[in-house]
């Protein structure tokens, strides 16, 4: 069956323009997490959406934002980038529940900001 | 704050020897933990979990041992190989019981192994 599908890839975007990142998880997956993921400040948390609900938020401004489809699609956006906004943005999904809550990872986004 | 953090940044081991990865974690209610293993340009893949009612799981290759007393756990790895060359991860997870899954990282060890 098919993994956690990112796209784009790469994406190079300039200071203050906008970008929205799509993550397509696992089938019958319903939870979706966002990292970021920086040499500097590692892998951090952004949020997680289960269900179209945002269950859980990161420690992030609230540039950054996403949702979530009734497909469980999800998207990432980030507003008025900044050049610390480059880094490797990564999807999670994971059925959700008690019993299975192994996360699955797709291969990321590269976020560059020039 | 909660942490969950790492001892070493870099680590070399000899194909066919052993390795331990280390791990610190500051929350003692902490009670889920996950070793990841990331590729370069791949995200992270699960190697193995453990939970607070356990201090020892074996995996393929693979043990985690958690002291919870000094709140320390480690990735142990066997007969290495060179596929093993990755960076580790240590994860907490929390608020898995309200299904609110968040996934705080440690800071990671970049594993070489040397031919």
């Known amino acids: 069956k098919a993994g956690v599908t990112q796209t784009p890839r790469y994406l190079i975007k300039t200071r203050g323009q906008q970008v929205t990142l799509s993550c397509s998880p696992i089938?019958?997956?319903?939870?979706v997490s966002w990292y970021q993921q920086t040499p500097g400040q590692g892998l951090q948390f952004l949020f997680e959406?289960?269900?179209?609900?945002?269950?859980n938020k990161g420690n992030f401004p609230g540039r950054f934002s996403g949702r979530q489809f009734s497909n469980s699609r999800s998207e990432m956006n980030v507003s008025t980038l900044e050049l610390g906004d480059s880094a490797l943005y990564l999807c999670?999904?994971?059925?959700?529940?008690?019993?299975?809550?192994?996360?699955?990872f797709g291969q990321g986004t590269r976020l560059t900001v020039v | 704050g909660e942490s969950v953090g790492l001892h070493l940044p870099t680590l070399s081991v000899q194909e066919g020897d052993n390795s331990i990865i280390n791990c610190a974690y500051s929350?003692?209610?902490?009670?889920?933990f996950i070793w990841y293993k990331q590729e370069s340009g791949k995200g992270p893949q699960f190697i193995i979990d453990?939970?607070?009612?356990?201090d020892k799981r074996q995996g393929q290759r693979v043990t985690v041992l958690l002291n919870k007393t000094v709140k320390h756990l480690s990735l142990q790895i066997a007969a290495t190989q060179p596929g093993d060359s990755a960076v580790y991860f240590c994860?907490?997870?929390?608020?898995?019981?309200?299904?609110?899954?968040?996934?705080?990282f440690g800071t990671g060890t970049r594993l070489t192994i040397i031919p």
């Open positions: 999670a999904s994971s059925l959700s529940g008690q019993s299975n809550t192994e996360a699955f």
């Open positions: 994860a907490e997870l929390s608020d898995w019981r309200f299904g609110n899954e968040k996934l705080t």
């Open positions: 959406y289960f269900s179209e609900t945002q269950r």
């Open positions: 089938s019958g997956h319903r939870s």
């Open positions: 453990i939970r607070s009612n356990m």
């Open positions: 929350n003692s209610a902490s009670d889920y």
